[in-house]
Nanobody, 123 residues
C-alpha cells in the first residue's frame, strides 16, 4: 500500500527557511514523478515543484530561485527546501506521486497524495 508522509512544516518569519520531507513507504520515489503542491485557504491546490524519475526538476514561477526539490534514493525520501519565505507562501503543502512520463504540472497526473503539512510565514 502506497503512503506518502510529509513532515517539516511549521511557523517561520518572513525571510526564513524550512525543509519539507516526504517519506514514501511502499513506493520507490526514484521510479516516479514526485511533486509538491500547496493550497492556501480559499484557493485551489497549485503546483510548486516536481522531480521526474530522470532527476529533471521543474518549478512554478512563484518559487523559482527560492525553493529546491531534491530526492534521496537511499532514504526513499523527497525534500522541498524553501528559502526566502514570504507570507504568500503560507499554505498546506502536499507531496504527491505520479507514474513516470505524466506531466508533473497537473493535479490529475498524480495518483497518491500525502495528508499535507502546514507552512505559515509571518510578516
Amino acid at each position: 500500500q502506497v503512503e506518502l508522509v510529509e513532515s517539516g512544516g511549521g511557523l517561520v518569519q518572513a525571510g526564513g527557511s524550512l525543509r519539507l520531507s516526504c517519506a514514501a513507504p511502499g513506493l520507490t520515489v526514484s521510479l516516479y514523478t514526485m511533486g509538491w503542491f500547496r493550497q492556501a485557504p480559499g484557493k485551489e491546490r497549485e503546483f510548486v515543484a516536481g522531480i521526474a524519475s530522470s532527476g529533471s526538476t521543474y518549478y512554478s514561477d512563484s518559487v523559482k530561485g527560492r525553493f529546491t526539490i531534491a530526492r534521496d534514493n537511499a532514504k526513499n525520501t523527497v525534500y522541498l527546501q524553501m528559502n526566502s519565505l514570504n507570507p504568500e507562501d503560507t499554505a498546506v503543502y502536499y507531496c504527491a506521486s505520479a507514474r513516470s512520463g505524466r506531466s508533473m504540472l497537473y493535479k490529475l497526473s498524480y495518483d497518491y497524495w500525502g495528508q499535507g503539512t502546514q507552512v505559515t510565514v509571518s510578516s
